[in-house]
């Protein structure tokens, strides 16, 4: 079971998530556009509509519009998993010594890196649990939800939880193990994954989420960047032409 879970399902859930979502992604681009989509009427550069864009996506603009409250939870939501996962990669690579660039030492660098480590993971969890509330609570909202809107947020939680725990000391990993393991993956020669029980929940709750997110209402990260990326275009004008709408009319 554990040759399974440190060794065959990270493989299995990245192969699942890049090809499920190149599938998505690719199906979304390919679908025909009946009209155009476009809010903006007039024309528009490659800039402005990459700004629209990404304001869209880091601010939720539209969310804020509609409901604030939810954009607060939300926002931080997405927020802080931006954060974990960053952190993930630099600090596990850097061993926690990312922040000696800024000139302080090594000591205080793995301190600042465990504490925001902390402080992200703290606003990731209670941010998913009020978001969880939120659909358990809310009349309108639980009528329009459905088991996997739950289960999305219930493998959030648990993922959180989990990572939360490592930083208490009695669950907390070998970091250098946990370092060791990972290079071994990346660099396709897997190693036994490390004898913490925390971490492996933690590694195989992530494992699923990858698997399970091409197929789930959380890629609506990539289709959020394709819709705002239509709405974004600049309107193209109608191809048929004056006579020939004339005589289209006719025809009905």
């Excluded at 869209?56 to 926002?75: I, M, N, T």
């Excluded at 939360?164 to 393991?181: G, I, K, N, W």
């Excluded at 997110?213 to 394709?226: A, N, W």
Aim: hydrophobic share 55%.
């Amino acid at each position: 079971m554990l040759f399974f879970v440190g060794c065959m399902l990270p493989y299995l859930a990245a192969a699942v998530f890049l090809i499920g979502m190149t599938w998505r992604t690719a199906s979304w681009l390919a679908r025909p556009v009946p009209f155009a989509l476009a809010l903006d009427p007039g024309q528009c550069g490659a800039t402005r509509r990459a700004a629209t864009i990404t304001g869209e996506l880091l601010l939720l603009k539209s969310l804020y519009r509609g409901d604030r409250r939810l954009w607060l939870w939300a926002g931080l939501m997405h927020g802080s998993l931006a954060s974990i996962i960053l952190g993930h990669v630099v600090g596990i690579g850097w061993a926690g010594r990312q922040f000696t660039v800024l000139g302080i030492s090594s000591a205080a660098s793995t301190a600042l890196s465990r504490g925001l480590g902390v402080v992200f993971g703290l606003l990731l969890l209670v941010s998913v649990i009020a978001l969880l509330y939120r659909r358990l609570v809310v009349r309108h909202v639980r009528t329009l939800s459905d088991p996997a809107d739950y289960f999305d947020l219930a493998l959030l939680v648990a993922i959180a939880t989990t990572g939360m725990l490592m930083r208490l000391a009695p669950f907390e990993p070998d970091q250098s193990a946990v370092r060791t393991y990972l290079y071994g993956l990346l660099t396709l020669s897997p190693t036994a994954i490390p004898g913490n029980w925390i971490f492996i929940g933690h590694f195989a709750l992530v494992s699923i989420l990858l698997t399970y997110f091409p197929f789930s209402k959380l890629v609506h990260v990539t289709g959020g960047v394709v819709s705002r990326a239509l709405v974004a275009a600049p309107a193209r004008r109608s191809a048929i032409g004056p006579d020939a709408r004339a005589d289209a009319a006719s025809l009905r």
